[in-house]
């Protein structure tokens, strides 16, 4: 069993940046993947950054690449999600969630566990 709990999100104008931290117990680190999709109202959940951890190297969506960085504390059980130069289209619920069956790090259906997600707002 993995439980995962986020931290970090807020209220911010574009331009400024954010850290959002996802702790995790039981067995997350030892599956196939671990990072963070983002829900925003009347859209469907998409990925934003996740760790491949039998490459150990991130992925990102193009949308986030160059803004967003994703990094990890091994000792901590914690994964965060560096976010600067947030945008006004950056506006979502944030989850984490372990990847726990084989493909790709961009498919949702592939990871079973998830955080409660924290919301985060960016204003003009």
């Known amino acids: 069993q993995v439980q995962l709990v986020e931290s970090g999100g807020g209220l911010v104008r574009a331009g400024d940046s954010l850290r959002l931290s996802c702790a995790a117990s039981?067995?997350?680190?030892?599956?196939?993947?671990m990072g963070w999709f983002r829900q925003a109202p009347g859209k469907e959940r998409e990925f934003v950054a996740a760790f491949s951890w039998s490459s150990g190297n991130p992925g990102y969506a193009d949308s986030v690449k160059g803004r967003f960085t994703l990094s990890r504390d091994n000792a901590k059980n914690t994964v965060y999600l560096q976010m600067n130069s947030l945008k006004l289209e950056d506006t979502a619920v944030y989850y984490c969630?372990?990847?726990?069956?084989?493909?790709?790090?961009?498919?949702?259906?592939?990871?079973?566990?998830w955080g409660q997600g924290t919301q985060v707002t960016v204003s003009s």
């Open positions: 969630a372990v990847k726990s069956r084989v493909g790709s790090l961009y498919n949702a259906r592939l990871y079973d566990y």
């Open positions: 039981g067995r997350a680190f030892s599956s196939y993947g």
